[in-house]
């Protein structure tokens, strides 16, 4: 199963060349009430919304988002009882070249993304969204 807390667009006036998207986000995490741990991934995904040709004109078609292969930040988070808090988030740039470039944060420490948006997906009436964050539960697991 998975959640999508929340999805955003990021338009080509947003991010021009010499320009960066940052985002950052903390979780207070915890179970409530429960017999076992259990497991999340949280995933930090950039995708594109191609328009429709036909009929023309058309607007964005939110169901055929196309997410990228590789997350920005993808972590596991182990849920007990006990409260934690997470810290997270990406930074892209799109530098003067027009090349993109991605770093992660994870727990207050920056570093290169795994993957970063193959092109400027801000040209030919493309938006890059940033899915943020997508959490998929795993089995639960016990106790030692």
Same mark, same amino acid.
């Given at each position: ?30 179970? &409530? ?8 991934? &949280? ?17 964005? %078609?939110?169901? %055929? ?7 920005? &930040? ?52 493309? %938006? ?17």
């Amino acid at each position: 199963m998975e959640r999508e807390l929340f999805m955003f667009f990021v338009s080509e006036q947003m991010l021009t060349p010499g320009t960066a998207f940052e985002l950052e986000l903390k979780l207070a995490l915890r179970t &409530l009430l429960a017999t076992t741990r259990c497991e999340y991934v &949280l995933k930090i995904e950039t995708g594109t919304a191609p328009q429709d040709i036909v009929p023309a004109p058309t607007a964005i %078609n939110l169901q %055929n988002v196309v997410w990228s292969a590789t997350p920005l &930040l993808a972590e596991r988070l182990i849920l007990s009882d006990t409260k934690i808090e997470h810290h997270f988030g990406v930074a892209i740039r799109h530098n003067i070249d027009d090349s993109l470039s991605a770093d992660q944060l994870l727990y207050n420490i920056w570093t290169a993304a795994p993957a970063a948006p193959s092109s400027p997906q801000f040209r030919h009436s493309r %938006n890059s969204i940033p899915r943020i964050p997508r959490a998929e539960p795993r089995a639960p697991f016990s106790s030692p």
